[in-house]
């Protein structure tokens, strides 16, 4: 009963978002408030109709009730507690429900907190979002339904794989739907500002912290995908630009142009139109990204959703939004008017080539990720687009990117002086160098262009030094005062020093372990050893084990360094029992920011077994820098000038700045 | 990337140490041809990272072409000989792909020509009407005004 409960709210919010994407529209168009006035509740009720739907979903889960056919299939009653709720999303009826869930959610974090927003936009960007809720709704209910009875109810349930029985699938998802799903707010602001066909700085400023959120959310959500890739899998890539993962960067790439051109627009009212487009092109990635994962269209033969009615509903779903909005943007874009100038060499010129180079990225992983599928519907050849199509084009592409990032924050805005900058800059390409200089010292060579990126990984470190240096006097005025105008700066310059430092960091790790890493495929018996990276590890045998749902056989090795002892790691194979299926769970040892990772292979007639060794030197800092950068996104959005909104009318909502007020 | 996972090849092995060659640079050799191949009954995996029986047999392959003298080039061209261009995992340049290469080169630059024309056109309008002698007279007389009022506020 409390099954065909929950159903029923499902069915109920198909209701609400119908009259949400209604009456508000009708309410703009007749200018009439009280109608404009449905949306707020018509959104908050969505949602709390989502998170009462999932929440009964969730709870057969955790009561493992078989009579559902979605809890059947991808649920066990043995599985452990914290698997039974994330394996709520762990397949695709119940993935399809948090991307509803987060959707509603941010209609009605929308509503509550848009208090400030003109009463037509917020009826209208409430009404966009309840097209999309519809779409989804409806795509739920008639084609992915989760709450589905199996009549009689089996004993017991199939499992989940075991590949995503793993604390990355309790945060990753939700992390990248927060992401994927947060940029359809910046889309819905875009689509309302065209039917209304006004814009200007305030929409950016109203714009710019959704954007900023799941930007935050998304790199977050894609470290930490990454990461669980790189322990789950045992062969230690971190990055293997997999369709499915290309789905989730797209959006990334896109939303990073679209952080970036919200700030010209926010500040100097250009770049206006782009700025719309891009909104519009950040959400048309992530429905391309839902689709292209969804649908199962490109050649997976494991995607759990392959299903064809369903890639044809979220195709047209895909067809109607995209090709709707734009059309819309050809229709309303001549009539927005064009703001502010700027010389090319210019914060804004800095941001429009990083604009540039982004959306050209994510164009060219488009384009290597729909090739082969394109190609192969036109002429029937088949090709394969793979990491070194992408390694090189995407390399080449964020080389000038990465160069420039320092000197955007220092170039003025309208008119900048470039050599000025680039003297300013001076000592950050001096300690990139000379930092480069040690390592190649330390590591006694190695290939020339690896130390060429690890300079260009310390330069941006020094590069968000020097900003934060620049901006706060330092050389110029007393070490106090330097210090209190440091923390007297605002959130966004924080936020943006932090970000672009968390690039340099992820560059100096993507750097460091693509040149420096070393590998090691042997045969082992007990008692054996092999070098690492400067350590010694020696083979003390294996153990057999017994976890809830699996049978384990772990090897057991320590190490040493020049004879010392660093410890021991345990590196194990596992079976799982419902599905008869294999899991490595590699053994990984952390020193400093550098890993090694020890992973078992088959074992040999002669009773050895096959290990693999790698070393990883400086891996941690890919994802920690995703970390910063994350950290930077939520920084900015602590500033306070978000918060307070755009200015209302005359300039008299701006805040008084902290400095003059101190003193 | 949970597809991604879910796509992932049973826990094992790829390069296993009876493959390896004793010659070290015709191992790194073979390694960097492995790593652009595709393993082709497997999910955008290279041979190098796959377990797939074939995936092994197209190493092996591989390493006999190399210890038989064969340059990268002809071990490349061997391999899509038998087995199409379906194998690589970096395309070559032809006319099939052209658009494929093309396209990051074609988008930058014109995106490039397209924003300097923009920036350019903008730059160059002067903006607004030239200011009417009564307006200048207005201005100046503002101007003139606020200077004397700051110097008083200062003193």
Redesign the interface.
């Known amino acids: 009963m409390i099954i065909e409960i929950g159903h029923y709210a499902l069915v109920l919010l198909l209701a609400t978002s119908i009259v949400q994407s209604l009456l508000p529209l009708a309410g703009t168009v007749r200018n009439d408030p009280a109608l404009m006035a449905v949306a707020p509740s018509a959104a908050v009720t969505g949602f709390l109709l989502t998170a009462f739907s999932f929440a009964i979903l969730t709870f057969a889960y955790v009561t493992s009730d078989f009579s559902v056919a979605n809890v059947w299939q991808n649920s066990h009653s043995m599985k452990p507690m914290i698997y039974k709720i994330s394996g709520v999303w762990?397949n695709h009826e119940g993935?399809m429900m948090l991307w509803l869930l987060i959707l509603t959610f941010f209609s009605a974090l929308v509503a509550t907190f848009g208090g400030n927003l003109p009463e037509r936009l917020r009826a209208n960007v409430l009404a966009v979002q309840g097209w999309i809720t519809t779409a989804f709704g409806l795509f739920i209910l008639l084609t992915s339904n989760p709450f589905l009875r199996l009549d009689p109810a089996p004993g017991e349930g199939q499992d989940l794989?075991p590949?995503?029985q793993d604390v990355g699938?309790a945060i990753?998802?939700p992390l990248?739907y927060l992401g994927y799903v947060g940029f359809s707010v910046c889309f819905s602001f875009a689509i309302a500002a065209l039917i209304d066909g006004r814009i200007d700085a305030a929409w950016a400023r109203w714009v710019r912290p959704w954007a900023l959120m799941a930007w935050s959310f998304l790199t977050a959500g894609?470290a930490m995908?990454?990461y669980?890739?790189y322990y789950?899998?045992?062969?230690g890539?971190w990055w293997?630009?997999?369709?499915?993962?290309n789905a989730?960067f797209m959006p990334w790439l896109a939303g990073t142009a679209l952080l970036h051109s919200a700030l010209v627009m926010e500040k100097r009212e250009a770049l206006k139109i782009w700025t719309v487009l891009l909104s519009i092109l950040t959400f048309s990635l992530s429905l391309l990204g839902t689709f292209l994962?969804r649908s199962g269209v490109l050649?997976?033969?494991?995607?759990?959703a392959t299903d064809p009615t369903r890639g044809v509903f979220i195709l047209t779903i895909l067809i109607i939004f995209i090709g709707g909005a734009l059309s819309l943007f050809a229709l309303r874009a001549p009539t927005l008017k064009?703001g502010g100038?700027?010389?090319?060499i210019s914060r804004e010129?800095a941001l429009?080539f990083n604009n540039?180079?982004l959306?050209?990225a994510a164009?060219?992983v488009l384009?290597?990720t729909l090739?082969p599928l394109v190609?192969e519907a036109l002429?029937g050849?088949?090709?394969?687009?793979?990491?070194?199509?992408f390694n090189?084009?995407f390399g080449?592409?964020m080389l000038p990117l990465l160069l420039a990032v320092p000197f955007g924050p220092l170039l003025a805005w309208k008119r900048g002086d470039l050599l000025a900058a680039g003297q300013r800059l001076f000592a950050a390409v001096g300690i990139g160098l000379f930092l480069a200089a040690i390592a190649q010292w330390s590591q006694g060579g190695g290939p020339v262009l690896a130390y060429f990126g690890l300079a260009i990984g310390f330069y941006m470190l020094a590069g968000a030094v020097t900003d934060l240096a620049l901006r706060s006097g330092v050389g110029k005025v007393t070490a106090g005062v330097a210090r209190r105008r440091l923390f007297g700066l605002p959130g966004s310059a924080f936020g943006t020093a932090l970000a672009h430092f968390g690039v340099g960091v992820t560059v100096i790790g993507i750097v460091a372990v693509t040149a420096f890493e070393t590998e090691h495929?042997?045969?082992m018996k007990p008692g054996a050893s092999v070098e690492a990276g400067g350590y010694t590890l020696t083979f003390d045998g294996m153990r057999q084990g017994r976890g809830p749902n699996f049978t384990e056989e772990s090897g057991h090795f320590t190490i040493a360094r020049a004879g010392v002892s660093k410890g021991e790691v345990w590196s194990s194979?596992r079976l799982y029992t419902a599905r008869r299926?294999?899991?490595?769970e590699a053994g990984i040892r952390t020193f400093g920011f550098s890993q090694l990772y020890v992973?078992l292979?088959?074992a040999m007639s002669d009773g050895g077994i096959?290990v693999?060794v790698w070393w990883k030197p400086m891996i941690l800092c890919i994802w920690i820098g995703s970390l910063i950068m994350m950290a930077g996104g939520f920084v900015s959005l602590c500033d306070r000038r978000l918060r307070i909104g755009a200015p209302q009318g005359a300039r008299k909502a701006r805040p008084v700045p902290a400095l003059g007020a101190a003193e | 990337?949970?597809?991604?996972?879910?796509?992932?090849p049973?826990?094992?092995?790829?390069?296993?140490?009876d493959e390896?060659l004793a010659d070290p640079a015709l191992e790194a050799r073979a390694r960097a041809l492995s790593?652009?191949l595709?393993c082709m009954v497997c999910?955008?995996?290279?041979i190098d990272?796959s377990n797939a029986e074939l995936a092994r047999d197209l190493r092996v392959l591989v390493r006999e072409r190399i210890v038989s003298g064969d340059s990268d080039e002809a071990v490349i061209d061997y391999v899509v000989s038998r087995y199409?261009?379906?194998?690589?995992?970096?395309?070559r340049l032809r006319g099939?792909?052209l658009?494929?290469w093309g396209?990051?080169i074609v988008?930058?630059l014109g995106?490039?020509i397209a924003?300097?024309l923009f920036?350019?056109r903008?730059?160059g309008?002067a903006?607004g009407e030239p200011l009417t002698a009564e307006e200048k007279a207005a201005l100046e007389k503002i101007v003139a005004g606020s200077q004397a009022k700051g110097a008083g506020g200062e003193s």
Do not use: C
């Open positions: 762990g993935s794989n590949i995503l699938l990753h998802p990248l894609i995908g990454s669980w890739a789950e899998l045992g062969w890539g293997f630009w997999d369709p499915v993962e989730s994962v050649t997976s033969v494991h995607a759990f064009a100038l700027f010389a090319p010129g429009v540039l180079i959306t050209t164009a060219t384009t290597g090739y190609l002429t050849e088949k090709i394969s687009v793979g990491a070194p199509f090189l084009t080449l592409l495929v042997v045969e194979k299926m294999p899991t490595t992973s292979g088959d096959v693999r | 990337m949970i597809l991604f996972l879910l796509l992932s049973l826990p094992a092995f790829a390069v296993n140490p390896v790593a652009q595709r999910q955008n995996q290279s990272d199409g261009e379906f194998v690589l995992l970096k395309p099939e792909t658009l494929l396209a990051p988008l930058f995106g490039a924003m300097m920036v350019r903008r730059a309008k903006v």
